[in-house]
């Protein structure tokens, strides 16, 4: 099993970001995905998580209405697209794969 992360970077308060998450190594379709994050001396927190069909998603309550989660099953990655961005939302951003597989991490920084 291999989660490869993609797409963190700095960027100013309100900007928008793609993160992606390619899968390799197991039936990418047949596992529901997550992205967690964790922030500088606090522990991993879960951000969002998406059935393996895609059907259904959910999200933490500091995410709701400013993230999506979604995943294209054909190329076996699982994105997160990032809006209205806050600077407590600076966070090494992790892809997850049950049980307890995990990717190397994305960077996300928002700063003024």
């Known amino acids: 099993v291999q989660l490869v992360e993609s797409g963190g970077g700095l960027l100013q308060p309100g900007g928008s970001l793609r993160l992606s998450c390619k899968a390799s190594?197991?039936?990418?379709?047949?596992?529901?995905m997550r992205w967690y994050r964790q922030a500088p001396g606090k522990g991993r927190e879960l951000v969002a998580a998406?059935?393996?069909?895609?059907?259904?998603?959910n999200y933490a309550d500091s995410v709701k209405g400013r993230f999506t989660i979604s995943r294209d099953n054909a190329g076996n990655t699982v994105y997160l697209q990032m809006s209205s961005l806050k600077p407590e939302d600076t966070a090494v951003y992790y892809c997850?794969?049950?049980?307890?597989?995990w990717g190397q991490g994305t960077q996300v920084t928002v700063s003024s």
């Open positions: 998406i059935t393996n069909d895609g059907r259904t998603t």
């Open positions: 190594g197991f039936a990418f379709s047949s596992y529901g």
């Open positions: 997850h794969r049950p049980l307890d597989y």
